[in-house]
């Protein structure tokens, strides 16, 4: 499966002013998106006069100047790729280098490890302004930015630096640091380099004039196809009526400049510690008022985007549709890392698991062509879309029962993927009985590890012995694998104590008295459960006829009412199920005459398999028996404990 490339979105922080927390806002939002969510972050740092993310590093003490200096960064950055570009030309690094080596040359990782990590892929690097060697400020004369845009050659070398990096596939978010005012190097960050724009202000009057003034620019250049979103910082706390007013002022002064309405709903509080420390807030602390502000402009500046998990689901969606696995499969990822983004994938297993719930809903016919558990495990890539669903889907509650129901799909598609997931769903709720027995089923039936379902038996025996259906399974599990009769028998009758009508439990118990030489208890059990069983469930009534005909034929009787009704739902037809008449008849050996052992087999094999019905016309006795309509009367359906 060939890997689909992360697409990279570039949002520029621009404001007119400083000294209204844009770096820092900045910061914190790329700490929020590369610790939090897990993805690939870059900073950019443009504010190349007064370059201060460029300072960033977490690891080192807060220092003031008083107790020691930050180490100057000598990292190459955006100045050294610009001037070397401008010098050299189509042999300069930003054309000759491999995205790969242009990061690694020019950008520096960031310790994230203090921010909580649910995804731990994330990271976050940073394109300092450039190397502060003592020329820095000499180079950044000589490339003059302004003169490279006025000459023709400024807006192609930004939008080549723009496409190394994003067709890179190394990040999924560029943030980048603008100049303050109206610079050309301003408007290079929120024009070529911007795919949205953060704008910061504050609500004294130079800052709504100015940032006002950048709007209609800004407008007129772009005509209007930016989308923008406005933080005000710092807000004050009190001064209620005056604030009320100067953001009343600032609305209408926006709306005018952008000729449409401005949300100031995003606003960062004014905190002492913006004025001291340049640390990110999140690295310090991830509550409270001011770690608030910053995860509402992450989560806005997202969903403003069109980043959300809803929006990546149906793009996922779209991408299975039409098998392209490797798309789908970056949109999920992408998509879990969102609010509410694995709580999606409920939604998706609700789609490829039951897709006849969703259809009759929906009013949609069957395709060969549906995203079904089944045909994802058959096409190419299909696999790994259901690898990533076994590992991120939510287990718990409220999500539990999604996650129960998948693990059953994947019995018969993929064991591997089944035992994983039963692993999970375990981890989480450890005395969960029903689980237990039925991940020691599956490992039975499914695994051949007897000796560790043997194991999970015991273990949800304890844990809820008087749970019906754990007690069923384990005596079925006795009975099948370990042959012990009377320990499946104890059992049975432990489940029978608890639910005395459950027709399934009377039945395995009646086929294992069989097997057990105990015919006279046998036949009432079957009985029992043919008077019980619902009318609906012909499989199983079908099931109970053959057993109940055999038990007759082994007691010297005629059994003939079984064999005829048996025949009238072999002729009706009937959903099978996996099931073994192994021991019955292998007890019947002997005591049935050859020829009648024959027929016995062949009548348990077109219980088993429809095809093999047509081998019964070889009997006389099967021809010349006359089908006698089922007299069953209808039950309630019987509910059970447990999973699966």
């Known amino acids: 499966m060939s890997e689909e490339k992360t697409k990279t979105t570039f949002v520029t922080f621009y404001s007119f002013k400083g000294g209204v927390g844009r770096s820092m806002a900045l910061i914190n939002t790329a700490a929020i998106l590369a610790g939090q969510r897990g993805f690939?972050?870059?900073?950019?740092?443009?504010?190349?006069?007064?370059?201060?993310?460029?300072?960033?590093?977490?690891?080192?003490?807060?220092?003031?100047?008083?107790?020691?200096?930050?180490?100057?960064?000598?990292?190459?950055?955006?100045?050294?790729?610009?001037?070397?570009?401008?010098?050299?030309?189509?042999?300069?690094?930003?054309?000759?280098?491999?995205?790969?080596?242009?990061?690694?040359?020019?950008?520096?990782?960031?310790?994230?490890?203090?921010?909580?990590?649910?995804?731990?892929?994330?990271?976050?690097?940073?394109?300092?302004?450039?190397?502060?060697?003592?020329?820095?400020?000499?180079?950044?004369?000589?490339?003059?930015?302004?003169?490279?845009?006025?000459?023709?050659?400024?807006?192609?070398?930004?939008?080549?630096?723009?496409?190394?990096?994003?067709?890179?596939?190394?990040?999924?978010?560029?943030?980048?640091?603008?100049?303050?005012?109206?610079?050309?190097?301003?408007?290079?960050?929120?024009?070529?380099?911007?795919?949205?724009?953060?704008?910061?202000?504050?609500?004294?009057?130079?800052?709504?004039?100015?940032?006002?003034?950048?709007?209609?620019?800004?407008?007129?250049?772009?005509?209007?196809?930016?989308?923008?979103?406005?933080?005000?910082?710092?807000?004050?706390?009190?001064?209620?009526?005056?604030?009320?007013?100067?953001?009343?002022?600032?609305?209408?002064?926006?709306?005018?400049?952008?000729?449409?309405?401005?949300?100031?709903?995003?606003?960062?509080?004014?905190?002492?510690?913006?004025?001291?420390?340049?640390?990110?807030?999140?690295?310090?602390?991830?509550?409270?008022?001011?770690?608030?502000?910053?995860?509402?402009?992450?989560?806005?500046?997202?969903?403003?985007?069109?980043?959300?998990?809803?929006?990546?689901?149906?793009?996922?969606?779209?991408?299975?549709?039409?098998?392209?696995?490797?798309?789908?499969?970056?949109?999920?990822?992408?998509?879990?890392?969102?609010?509410?983004?694995?709580?999606?994938?409920?939604?998706?297993?609700?789609?490829?698991?039951?897709?006849?719930?969703?259809?009759?809903?929906?009013?949609?016919?069957?395709?060969?062509?549906?995203?079904?558990?089944?045909?994802?495990?058959?096409?190419?890539?299909?696999a790994d879309i259901l690898a990533f669903v076994v590992e991120w889907l939510p287990v718990g509650e409220p999500h539990a029962w999604a996650s129960r129901g998948f693990v059953g799909k994947l019995w018969e598609v993929s064991p591997e993927l089944a035992d994983k997931l039963y692993l999970r769903l375990i981890e989480e709720t450890r005395n969960d009985a029903g689980l237990l027995a039925s991940y020691a089923t599956f490992l039975s039936t499914k695994r051949d590890d007897v000796e560790t379902a043997d194991r999970y038996y015991r273990q949800a025996v304890e844990i809820d012995v008087n749970n019906a259906y754990v007690s069923r399974s384990y005596a079925r599990f006795l009975a099948n694998s370990r042959e012990d009769f009377e320990g499946s028998g104890h059992f049975y009758r432990r489940a029978l104590e608890l639910e005395p009508e459950d027709a399934h439990n009377l039945g395995d118990y009646g086929q294992v008295l069989v097997a057990a030489g105990k015919l006279e208890e046998a036949e009432s059990k079957l009985l029992k459960a043919l008077e019980i069983q619902p009318l609906q469930e012909k499989g199983n009534v079908a099931e109970l006829y053959f057993s109940l005909w055999l038990v007759a034929r082994m007691l010297g009787s005629d059994g003939e009412r079984w064999e005829r009704q048996f025949k009238s739902l072999i002729v009706e037809g009937f959903a099978r199920h996996d099931w073994s008449f192994d021991r019955m008849l292998e007890s019947a050996r002997g005591v049935l005459s050859a020829e009648e052992f024959t027929y016995a087999q062949a009548l348990a094999a077109a219980f088993l398999d429809v095809e093999k019905v047509a081998d019964l016309a070889s009997f006389p006795r099967w021809t010349a028996l006359e089908a006698l309509a089922p007299n069953l009367r209808k039950a309630k359906p019987h509910r059970r404990k447990g999973t699966k």
Not at 75 to 85: K, R, S, Y
Not at 117 to 142: I, Q
Not at 238 to 267: H, N, P, V, Y
Not at 360 to 375: F, L, M, Q, Y
Request: glycine share 8%; net charge negative; charged share 25%.
């Open 40 to 382: 690939r972050v870059l900073v950019v740092d443009v504010d190349l006069e007064a370059p201060g993310l460029s300072y960033l590093d977490p690891s080192a003490p807060d220092e003031s100047p008083a107790q020691g200096q930050r180490q100057l960064p000598f990292e190459a950055g955006f100045v050294d790729l610009l001037t070397d570009a401008k010098e050299r030309g189509e042999a300069a690094d930003l054309f000759t280098l491999s995205p790969a080596e242009l990061a690694k040359a020019y950008s520096k990782a960031i310790d994230i490890s203090r921010v909580p990590r649910e995804f731990t892929d994330g990271s976050l690097h940073v394109m300092p302004a450039g190397k502060f060697d003592g020329a820095y400020a000499a180079r950044l004369n000589a490339l003059n930015i302004g003169q490279l845009y006025r000459d023709g050659f400024g807006e192609p070398l930004i939008r080549a630096f723009k496409k190394k990096i994003a067709e890179s596939g190394l990040y999924h978010y560029v943030l980048v640091d603008s100049r303050t005012g109206l610079s050309d190097e301003a408007g290079m960050c929120t024009r070529d380099l911007a795919d949205h724009l953060m704008i910061l202000s504050g609500l004294n009057r130079q800052n709504v004039e100015g940032t006002s003034e950048f709007l209609r620019a800004l407008r007129a250049t772009t005509e209007g196809k930016k989308t923008i979103q406005i933080i005000l910082s710092p807000v004050p706390n009190g001064e209620d009526e005056l604030f009320q007013k100067r953001e009343d002022a600032a609305k209408d002064a926006f709306k005018t400049a952008w000729t449409t309405e401005i949300d100031l709903s995003l606003q960062i509080p004014y905190h002492p510690q913006l004025a001291l420390t340049e640390e990110p807030h999140i690295f310090r602390r991830r509550k409270g008022y001011l770690f608030d502000s910053y995860l509402a402009i992450e989560e806005s500046m997202l969903s403003k985007l069109g980043h959300t998990s809803l929006a990546f689901y149906k793009k996922a969606h779209g991408s299975l549709r039409k098998k392209e696995h490797a798309t789908a499969l970056a949109e999920l990822q992408h998509m879990i890392r969102l609010q509410g983004g694995r709580a999606m994938l409920v939604r998706l297993v609700e789609e490829i698991a039951y897709p006849d719930r969703l259809r009759a809903r929906s009013g949609e016919e069957a395709t060969p062509a549906s995203i079904t558990v089944e045909n994802l495990s058959k096409e190419s890539g299909g």
